[in-house]
Each structure stands twice: as structure tokens, then as C-alpha cells.
């Protein structure tokens, strides 16, 4: 079992900047990949960017050039960072860290993201 907290959110300007972090611990040995989601009021939770245990990363066509996703190389399978730049009131909604271990995810409590215009 992985425990996942998030921290970083808050309220920020359009065209500002915040990064989140993903603290895992537990099992997180056989962590394969840890994934950033969101979700807006009234909309499905979606994939905003991953990194796989090889360090390969995959980003939602909407962030692709505005976030990065990237992980503590001293500590890769314990830290994951979501720095998100020239933020847009369309970013806002709750990020979730996720990680697949063993083919079983598990997901963090979540961190309010909201961007003002």
C-alpha cells in the first residue's frame, strides 16, 4: 500500500506560478509510475501529467508546455513535483497525486488549485 499526501495549492493570478509536491511512502518500491490529476466542479478527474519509474513523462495536451512534472533524484520514488507556470482560470480544480504499484493505484487527498483572472 502507497500513502500519497499533496501540498502546494492555493489561489494565484492568471499567469502565475505555483508547484505542487507528492510525498509518497509505504510500498513505494514497486511504484511504476505517479501521475498528476484534476478535477473542476462538474467535470471527470483527468490525467494532467505522469513519470514512469524510467523517468519518461506524458502530459495532457492542455499543459504541455505550462507544467512539468519531475521527481527528487535523490529520493524518485518518494517525491514528486508539479511546477505549473502561466497558470489560466481554466486550471482550476483540485490535483490528485496518483501512484500504480503492483497494478493497484492509490490516490492522495488532494490540494486546491485556484487561478483568479
Known amino acids: 500500500q502507497v500513502q500519497l499526501v499533496e501540498s502546494g495549492g492555493g489561489l494565484v493570478q492568471a499567469g502565475g506560478s505555483l508547484r505542487l509536491s507528492c510525498a509518497a511512502s509505504g510500498s513505494i518500491f514497486s511504484i511504476n509510475v505517479i501521475s498528476w490529476y484534476r478535477q473542476a466542479p462538474g467535470n471527470q478527474r483527468e490525467l494532467v501529467a505522469a513519470i514512469t519509474k524510467r523517468g519518461i513523462t506524458n502530459y495532457a495536451d492542455s499543459v504541455k508546455g505550462r507544467f512539468t512534472i519531475s521527481r527528487d533524484n535523490a529520493n524518485p520514488k518518494t517525491m514528486v513535483y508539479l511546477q505549473m507556470n502561466s497558470l489560466k482560470p481554466e486550471d482550476t480544480a483540485v490535483y490528485y497525486c496518483?501512484?500504480?504499484?503492483?497494478?493497484?493505484?492509490?490516490w492522495g487527498q488532494g490540494t486546491q488549485v485556484t487561478v483568479s483572472s
Open positions: 496518483n501512484a500504480v504499484s503492483d497494478l493497484v493505484g492509490s
